[in-house]
Each structure stands twice: as C-alpha cells, then as structure tokens.
C-alpha cells in the first residue's frame, strides 16, 4: 500500500531472508510409510530451530496436515502480479524436477509452503520447498524429501519456553486503532459508497529467551485442534478460515464473518442467539460469503453457497461460518486455469478482510491503518504440483523475527469487520479476543 494520508512515516515489514534460490532438476522422493512403522506425530518430528535450516514449515488440523523443514527451493514475488508470477514459477521450478511419487495423493511430490502479502504494495509473497516434508490424511502417512539425500526423522523434544514475555504497542496502537474504526463509521454514515471496511492493528510482543515456531505450534495446536495451525516464513499462526482448498475438481471454503466473544459473564448459548439474530453480524457475513461466491462462481461448474450461517465455536471467539463448496470446470482443470494460485488470486481479499465494494474498502484500510500487514490476512498455506492444496486466510498470527539482545520479537495482528453502525469500543475489545490465542501460547498456556 502507498504512503496513504497518514503524517507519520508508516514501518515496512521486512523479510531479511529475502535470498531467492533454486536448482535446476531437484530430485523429489515420496514413499508410503508402512502402517506398522512407528513415526513420531507430525509436530513431534519437527526440529526445534530458528535457523532456515530447521525452521519448521506447518499446516496441521486436528492431527492430519502437514510438515516440513529445510529449504531446497525460495520464491519470492511481490506487486499486483505476485499471484500470478508465483504461479509461473511454481510451474517452471515442477517442470525442472525429478520426481518419484509412490503415493500419488494431494500433498505428496512437490509442495510449497506459501504466504501470500495482503496487499499489492508493500509487500513479499514467499513460496518456500522444503527439503523434507511429512503428510497424514486418511490414515496415510508418507514422507517426501526433495534434493539431496534422505533426512533423519526422530521425535524431536519439545521447544524450550521463551522465558518473559511482555507486550508494548505495537506500529498501530489500539487507541489510534479505535479512533480509525471511529473515522470509518463516520465515512460510512456520510457516503453511500462504502459498506464494510476490515480494518486491523497490531500489538508487540518480546520475548527475553528465543522464541521456536514449534513452541507455539505446539501450544496452538493443542488449544485450537479445529483451526488450521500454519508456519511459513516466521508467520505462525491457528487460523479458523480456510480461503480455498483445491482437490482435483472440487473446491472448498469456510467464510467467516461476524462474531462474538465471552464478556459481561454471559453463558455460551445467550451469546450464539444474540450472534445469530444480530442484523449487523448478518450484514458483514453475507458481504464476505457475497465476496468469495461472486469470485469462485466463474471457475466452476456448481457453486453450493448455505442461504443461513452456522455458528463456528471457538475458545476465543464465536463466528458466523459458511461452508462453501464446488466442482470446477473441467475445462479449465483441464488448461491449469484453475489451479490453487489462480482461484486464490481471483477470491483474494474477499469481504472477510477487506471490504464491500473491495477496491474503495481497500483505499480506506491503505489510508487509516498506520500499518504494513504484511502477510496478516494474505492467503498462507500449501499446494502441490497438480495446483491442489490448501489455503487459509493469515489470521490469528504473529510475525515472528529474532531480536538484537537474544530474544524474539512477535508481532500479533487482528482485525474487524466494520459497518456504519459499528461501535469503536467494541471492535478494539473484539481484536483483543482475536489476539488471545496467540498470547496464551506465548505465555504457555495449554
Ligand atoms: C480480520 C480478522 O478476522 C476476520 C473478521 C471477522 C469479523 O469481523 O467478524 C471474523 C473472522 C475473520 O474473517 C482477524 O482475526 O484479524
């Protein structure tokens, strides 16, 4: 995003690892493992490190997912084509493999750990091959290693705890995040041009000791088993929205917009009713199912969109959830038209953190947020050489980066659907529920 109308110089995230790189004819091994053979869980298997050698690359659900560490192969694109020149390469990098894949499932072969940036401008987009990577789904187990030889897989111990953590305001402080919120409201109520504006902010955590992605992997894992817990390129986060998954010529979504969180001592089912009957959560729901349907429409076949949300129960937060799904058009299965990156690119953002109508709501969050996102609310997941995989939307997460004197530095995101008749105190209490979840995994909570 550009400069914006803000007066203060806006802080860029950085990616110091931006080292691009890839040989030429990787070779790609995928074997079955037997039933019989015992191997650690797929978190367990992860070695602990910070280094990109052993950083670990993550997207588990409910014990089924997938892991990996090391790098055979980065790529790096940014701007209005970061989509589609990601999809490009991804293609080009394949077509140069050696690959021998016994399996033959979505996620075996080649795969990419992927983190899309929100924005066109700032922002890098990452495509990151790592060297070994773990699978489960359905009771199948394999394992596939791309260039070189063979790793070693043994249950790794758990990460060390990063000792004291302690929380400061982070480039966009809630009381200025309040105060947009206020301004947005106020556009709202003055024009008719705008409908829903995604407006977010950030916090900082630091830590004293070093922070391990496995350590709140481990932690997020364990509290949020029904999110899609994700790692890839220091983003570590559960989200509970899955933007896309692509299987063969099925697609799938979870949308999710509206939402309520425990306060006041209210009992869980008074807060489902006031969620379900409340017209403004209907409201930002129906503009974020809107969103995705009017995108995914055109690739497919049957589109099968829910009249009425479903309440989605989480720790934190309760959301109103759509679960979408469709068939592509086999012709265009057919040409690659609609692999992964390309569906991704055509739904993102949808309504869910961007906006209605999206290119007027993505002007406002370019002026009013005095932030980067970064790759908060980008699209962050896995694909394979088929162009199946899957894709969530960045949320509930933290930039993870290492500090000067020894620590870690972690840098949480959250963000609300805002409409005229938004209230700004409750949207700064809503993100703060948004930000729990990874709080109580930095501190260790279980
Ligand atoms: C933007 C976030 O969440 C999104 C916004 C929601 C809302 O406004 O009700 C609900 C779920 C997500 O689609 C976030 O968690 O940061």
Redesign the pocket.
Known sequence: MGSGGCASPRARETYPRAVEYFQRNLTVRTRAVPPGQELPDLLESLPEGVSPDTDPVCWIRNGSGLVGWGEAARVETSGGERFVEADERWRELVAGMDVDDEVGLPGTGPVAFTSIAFADDPGSSVLIVPEVVIGQRAGVRWITTIGGGRREVREAPPAAAPGTVRYSDGNFPATRYGQAVAEAVHRMRESESLDKV?L?HDLLATTSEPLRGRYLLDNLTRRYPDCWTFAVDGLVGAT??LLLRRAGDEVNSRV????AWPRDGRPQHQLVTELIDSAK?RG?HTH?VRSLARELEPFCKELDVPSTPEVLRLRNVL?LASDVSGRLDPALVENGEAGLLRLTRAVHPTA??GGTPTARAIELIDELEEMDRGRY?GPVGWQDAEGNGEFG?A??CARITEDADGGSRARL?????VVADSDPDTEVA??EA?MLPVREALEGLR
């Open positions: 995604v977010a509970p929205e999710l917009a509206g939402t959560n930002e974020a959301h869910a953190v609310s939307i949320l509930r995101f959250a963000g609300c659907g809503e993100a948004k």
